[in-house]
């Protein structure tokens, strides 16, 4: 069975939606080569014209790379340049490159995860929080004989969610009244007349991305002609879906020396470098993966005294305000994507039975030496 771009397109949605990138950043199609049968998937951290001629070697026409190829503003592409250079390959191979940059940064299950996994951080909290989803209030009025049609609803739709609970409604009694009109057709009473009726105002709560299958829903069982619903934004509870990032707390104190052991062999690398007291003992970390020196007094704001990341600048360097600082490589603390994200795709495309092969590069090596 042939799977077309498009299909996988899908897929990747739900291992790092776009949405979840930052405004900046170039995550998605970088190449879409559209209406073609994907014949073999090549994951990267780069896209490097070695990386491309690796890819058509082995039959495969889309490339998944972390690093976005067109990451700012392109006004030209000039086959002498990197970027020209990789384009025109990737053109005349009939090979699409899809890139998931900030998306993978920012994604539950994610670089940023996996490196918080490496110390078993607990209560952990994002640096800088991503795509927030809000909430909603939904209340309705309906005849006491409905109340349990119009309840299930609600809750099969998706409202009452709240943590670890679900089916969460408040239930009031009352009288309603309506006069209809003489061109209505009323579930109960007659046109022109006041009618008062027993009725229970059911209220739920319910997120943004369900509101409107939960109103459809509620409307489809409502046996008035016209259900008085309204709908209330609310400032909590909300859901925080993603972001950059992560502070946590480590299982036991560990003088930061130590911290650093165990960094170094999770990212299986000799050095690192690093400012302040080795000797300190480590209650909360942070981590960030790429270049997120900038996010160092965020960290420590969040009660971070350590700070791990894969770049950090020499300004940033001189303003650390006590929080231990920790450059552990950009290619190091990344390096994890393209196993993360062969595992993620492999597990997608298992669920919907596409036979795709999928590859990791052997280009996985680090642009500088020390």
């Known amino acids: 069975m042939s799977v077309t771009l498009e299909q996988v397109g899908a897929l990747l949605e739900l291992i790092a939606p776009i949405s979840f990138a930052e405004e900046w950043d170039n995550s998605g199609f970088n190449v879409n080569l559209h209406n073609t049968d994907i014949s073999g998937i090549m994951i990267c951290l780069d896209v490097l014209p070695e990386t491309i001629e690796e890819a058509a070697e082995k039959g495969c026409n889309l490339i998944i790379s972390h690093h976005p190829l067109l990451f700012r503003a392109t006004k030209k592409i000039d086959s002498e340049s990197y ?5 025109q390959m990737l053109a005349e191979r009939r090979i699409s490159l899809y890139c998931a940059h900030t998306s993978m940064d920012s994604a539950p299950g994610g670089i940023n995860t996996w490196l918080a996994d490496q110390f078993a951080l607990a209560n952990r909290c994002y640096i800088q929080n991503g795509l927030v989803e809000r909430f909603y209030e939904v209340a309705v009025h309906t005849p006491r004989g409905h109340a349990e049609t119009v309840r299930r609803a609600m ?3 998706g409202a009452g969610r709240l943590g670890k609970y679900a089916e969460c409604t408040f239930n ?3 009288k309603g009244t309506f006069r209809p009109e003489h061109d209505a057709s009323p579930y109960i009473g007659q046109a022109g007349r006041l009618e008062t009726a027993d009725e229970i105002r059911i209220s739920s709560i319910c997120s943004e991305n369900d509101l409107q ?6 409307r489809k069982v409502h046996p008035y002609e016209m259900p008085a619903i309204s ?14 990032g992560i502070v946590g707390d480590m299982p036991s104190p560990l003088p930061a020396g130590e911290v650093l052991d165990k960094l170094k062999a999770a990212l299986q690398t000799d050095s690192v470098r690093v400012a302040g007291n080795l ?9 960030c993966g790429g270049a997120a020196g900038d996010f160092a007094e965020l960290a420590r704001k969040k009660g971070a ?19 231990i600082l920790v450059e552990a490589g950009h290619f190091d603390t990344e390096k994890c994507f393209c196993r993360l994200y062969a595992q993620g795709l492999q597990k997608r495309l298992d669920d919907v039975n596409y036979n795709i092969a999928i590859y990791v590069t052997n280009l996985r090596r680090p642009y500088v030496n020390y």
């Open 83 to 87: 970027e020209g250079k990789c384009v």
């Open 213 to 218: 299958k939960v109103l459809r829903a509620v």
């Open 231 to 244: 709908v209330l934004k609310t400032d909590e509870p909300q859901r925080i879906n993603s972001g950059l």
């Open 305 to 323: 005294e350590l700070f791990i990341t894969g770049e950090i600048k020499h300004n940033e360097y001189a303003a650390r305000n006590d929080i």
């Open 155 to 157: 809750t099969s739709a």
């Open 279 to 287: 000797k300190k003992k480590i209650r909360r970390l942070g981590v």
């Open 172 to 174: 009031i009694d009352g």
